[in-house]
């Protein structure tokens, strides 16, 4: 079975600073991956995907995530961030992987909280 | 336009109650998602809808858990018996297609709380 796995689950930065958050996923085919972001008393919002071709993918907010079939990995990076990304980040992919349709499986979030 | 919108936003109700949680995606999409949110577990698929097809109920934790959709507009939620265990923000998704490239947009969520 599918799986993903957020090792960090909370990540206290200061303002201006990298950062970048985890995510490994477990499949034996190919994978869409996903990186959706909840900001505080709002709903889930995509970030960024990768579907195919390019393995890195940007957001118009400056994030960037690659993602690394070798090791099963789709990180989030951002290279300086501000106060308005402090949120909860949920990596996810698609099930069944290689699937036409199908359901969203995602880790169990990381809570990125930047301090000025 | 409008997006994902759930009702009520937060239902308390005490254990061994029905309750029912309302969804109404965005107009036009197929493809219509259940997911539940417990405190610490991250987001739990429960039911996708496509179009006319037979629901994907892979996801339910038990036979107390339905949904239902009418066409491709409005589904509900239903949770018999309450157990305190079905705490949970439950969030509704749609899709344009349903296809596994195309985005899933979320509502707010309904805030359940079983006493």
């Known amino acids: 079975a599918q799986s993903v796995t957020q090792l960090d689950s909370q990540v206290p930065v200061f303002e201006e600073a990298p950062v970048e958050l985890r995510c490994n996923y477990s499949?034996?085919?190919?994978?869409?991956l996903f990186w959706y972001v909840q900001y505080p008393n709002q709903g889930l919002q995509l970030l960024l995907k990768y579907l195919s071709g390019s393995t890195l993918v940007e957001s118009i907010n400056g994030f960037e995530a690659e993602f690394n079939k070798s090791q099963t990995s789709f990180h989030l990076r951002k290279p300086s961030v501000h106060i308005s990304d402090t949120a909860e980040y949920f990596c996810a992919v698609i099930n069944p992987p290689g699937g036409s349709q199908g359901n969203l499986i995602f880790g169990k979030g990381t809570k990125l909280s930047v301090k000025p | 336009g409008a997006g994902v919108s759930q009702s009520p936003s937060n239902k308390v109700t005490e254990k061994g109650k029905d309750v029912e949680l309302r969804c109404d995606p965005i107009?036009?999409?197929?493809?219509l998602y259940w997911y539940r949110q417990r405190l610490g577990q991250g987001l739990e698929f429960l039911i996708y809808?496509?179009?006319?097809?037979?629901?994907?109920k892979s996801g339910l934790p038990s036979d107390r858990f339905s949904a239902e959709r009418t066409g491709e507009s409005v589904s509900t939620l239903t949770i018999q018996r309450t157990q305190q265990e079905d705490s949970a923000v439950y969030l509704c998704?749609?899709?344009?297609?349903?296809?596994?490239?195309?985005?899933?947009?979320f509502g707010p969520g309904t805030r359940l709380t079983v006493l």
């Open positions: 107009s036009g999409h197929t493809a």
């Open positions: 998704a749609s899709s344009l297609r349903g296809f596994s490239t195309d985005t899933q947009y």
């Open positions: 499949s034996s085919v190919s994978v869409y």
């Open positions: 809808f496509q179009g006319n097809s037979a629901p994907d």
